[in-house]
């Protein structure tokens, strides 16, 4: 079936810990994203790519870091991770660019930083 | 950058319409959409505005004024799985969306 998988669906994580949130869509699409979800604050885009081997930064890169080797993969990696990391962390892609692109997402990851 | 405002909760009883508001400011304006968002779940898409009027696509409907700023989302013939959150997002350029915090929409019998 095609669409978006992430991984792993939930981690708790200690301070200071290293970790990699995976992406991987199979709908050969051109863009891709990494979104946080917090209460109250929506989806706020942490960094994007537009095409394999180019990335962006969205509204929150800070403590992020992202890669596009090839067209499948997105990782996310939080260097050091810290409390306010904690969140739902959605991955998503696009055809793009063109009118009516519709961004697609992952089923999410739930990440807690203690 | 983007501002985008939508209530946070609405409420309406099965087999009615209910239309949620969505405001924005931006300096590039790009696209409308409209993403449905079940509690623990991914958005999915809803609908997309580009030119000023109404979309319509089943039992829901978008409708887009640019010049005011100004969107709406209308759910009719409310069914209890459309109890969910409603994203409104707006693209900027052509790739990036901001999305607003979204509007929890309780369907009760």
């Known amino acids: 079936i095609a669409g978006i998988t992430q991984a792993p669906t939930s981690q708790i994580l200690a301070a200071g810990r290293r970790m990699t949130l995976r992406c991987t869509q199979d709908?050969?699409?051109?863009?891709m994203y990494w979104y946080r979800q917090d209460l109250g604050l929506g989806l706020r885009l942490i960094h994007y790519s537009n095409t394999a081997g180019t990335t962006g930064k969205g509204e929150v890169p800070d403590g992020y870091s992202v890669s596009r080797a090839n067209t499948d993969d997105f990782p996310l990696t939080l260097a050091s991770a810290v409390p306010s990391q904690t969140s739902v962390y959605f991955c998503?892609?696009?055809?793009?660019?063109?009118?009516?692109?519709?961004?697609?997402f992952g089923p999410g990851t739930r990440l807690t930083v203690l | 950058g983007q501002n985008i405002d939508q209530p946070t909760e609405m409420t309406a009883t099965e087999g009615a319409i209910v239309q949620i508001n969505c405001t924005y400011q931006t300096s590039g304006f790009n696209g409308l959409f409209w993403y449905q968002q079940h509690a623990g779940e991914a958005p999915t898409f809803l609908s997309y505005n580009v030119l000023d009027g109404l979309e319509e696509k089943g039992r829901f409907s978008s409708f887009l004024s640019r010049s005011k700023g100004y969107s709406y989302l209308l759910l009719k013939e409310l069914q209890m799985k459309d109890s969910a959150s409603y994203l409104c997002a707006v693209r900027e350029g052509d790739y990036k969306l901001s999305f607003g915090a979204g509007t929890t929409v309780t369907v009760r019998a």
């Open positions: 709908m050969r699409h051109n863009a």
């Open positions: 998503a892609s696009s055809d793009g660019p063109g009118e009516a692109d519709t961004q697609y």
